[in-house]
């Protein structure tokens, strides 16, 4: 992606195609938040809900974004009613909210920057086709973060606590 320095000089399309283009160099490279966070976990030893609200956020914002596109795209095609401004609107106040979400939860500083670029562009994306692909590159980049985010994870520990308890409490019970 762009130095996260230069997001602000991006046009909504430009921030669109980075957006693809750190998703697909985010399938070998971890991000520098994840980096961060996981250093953070480290430090403090009791991260988890933190990895959990991030994944989270990951999923429902990217959720929201495919909704509010596929509404978007419906719309420009005549086959619903729809207003681009109105659900562009509602994306700039989703992407304000998450970033801040982002930065307050996770210290999650580049994400809370492409986010908050986002909704700047999203304020003026009223042209279908600009804002679905911004909202198409958005989502590549918050899956490719929530699946750093499941790695993190320690499924196999959670799996124990709650199916390991009951195993242990069926024995206990012969």
């Known amino acids: 992606m762009a130095a996260i320095e230069s997001l602000d000089g991006l046009s909504a399309i430009e921030l669109a195609r980075e957006l693809r283009a ?3 160099r985010m399938i070998a490279n971890e991000p520098e938040d994840i980096v961060r966070l996981r ?5 403090t030893g009791r991260e988890f809900s933190v990895w959990e609200y991030t994944i989270g956020y990951c999923m429902n914002l990217s959720d929201v974004a495919s909704v509010l596109r596929d509404q978007v795209a419906c719309a ?9 401004v109105t659900l562009a609107r509602t994306m700039e106040r989703l992407c304000i909210w998450y970033a801040g979400q982002f930065e307050t939860t996770g210290k999650m500083t580049d994400t809370e920057a492409i986010l908050t670029r986002c909704a700047a562009c999203f304020a003026g994306a009223y042209d279908a086709d600009v804002f679905c692909d911004l ?3 958005l989502e590549r980049y918050l899956v490719q973060l929530m699946f750093w985010v499941d790695r993190q994870l320690p499924w196999s520990a959670v799996s124990d606590l709650v199916h390991g308890y009951r195993l242990r409490q069926a ?3 012969e």
């Open 39 to 43: 250093a953070r976990k480290l430090d």
């Open 76 to 84: 420009a095609r005549g086959e619903e009613a729809g207003d681009v």
């Open 171 to 173: 024995a206990s019970a």
């Open 22 to 24: 750190c998703a697909d």
């Open 135 to 137: 909202a198409r590159g």
